[in-house]
């Protein structure tokens, strides 16, 4: 009867230095990595979650911070010193209002399809501004819709994530924060908007600045 044989003719390394590869891996990558590339890039018998648990804790209150992004991790300075990375010369890339509210939509009512979308503000939304917030890389297209036709939905980034320092979408501001930030406004219903606020592309963009690239 053959012996069974061992996942791995080696132990694995100490906790310790499993924390030292994980800070490695991250302190080297710019874009956040998931718990399974971890694994796939560490020794056999490596526990990456326990030693990003530790390595957590080990950062908090340092300059710089473990945080996890959707379903990845990464290094990033701490959000109080955020204003010691700030460049001279800022390219600031601003975002029509129709653009703000399509990201907002998405951001609270995904996975969501473009009728959705027109059927939340009111208004028609034009392909280019879809088009601008993928190639933003802050929508993705989500799974199709279960529905006659089956229509695409929109879901938000990872991109998304790590630009506004959330975890997760449920991370997100209510509706008192947004308006306090002046991303949405005390609108009135769909139809009885004002004239100038019923085109697709209205010209208000002095919410935009929220928006930096």
């Known amino acids: 009867m053959a012996k069974p044989q061992n996942d791995s003719l080696f132990d694995a390394p100490p906790m310790g230095e499993q924390e030292r590869m994980v800070e490695a891996i991250l302190f080297a990558t710019a874009d956040p990595v998931t718990l399974q590339e971890l694994i796939g890039r560490m020794p056999h018998g490596c526990d990456p979650a326990e030693a990003l648990a530790y390595l957590r804790k080990r950062y908090e209150g340092r300059g710089v911070n473990l945080v996890r992004i959707g379903d990845a991790w990464a290094i990033r300075t701490a959000p109080d010193l955020g204003f010691l990375m700030q460049k001279e010369i800022v390219e600031t890339r601003k975002l ?72 997760n979408a449920r991370d997100l501001p209510g509706l008192k924060e947004l308006r306090a930030a002046g991303l949405l406004e005390n609108r009135p219903p769909p139809g009885t908007a004002a004239p100038e606020d019923a085109g697709e592309d209205s010209g208000d963009q002095d919410q935009s600045e929220l928006f930096e690239d």
Request: glycine letters at 6%; proline letters at 4%.
């Open 96 to 167: 029509s209002r129709a653009a703000i509210e399509t990201l907002a939509i998405v951001a609270y009512h995904q996975p969501v399809t473009r009728a959705e979308i027109e059927e939340i503000r009111g208004v028609s939304v034009s392909r280019g501004t879809i088009d601008q917030l993928i190639e933003m890389e802050w929508i993705r297209f989500g799974r199709r819709k279960m529905t006659p036709g089956r229509p695409v939905t929109f879901v938000v980034t990872q991109v998304f994530l790590d630009h506004f320092g959330l975890e």
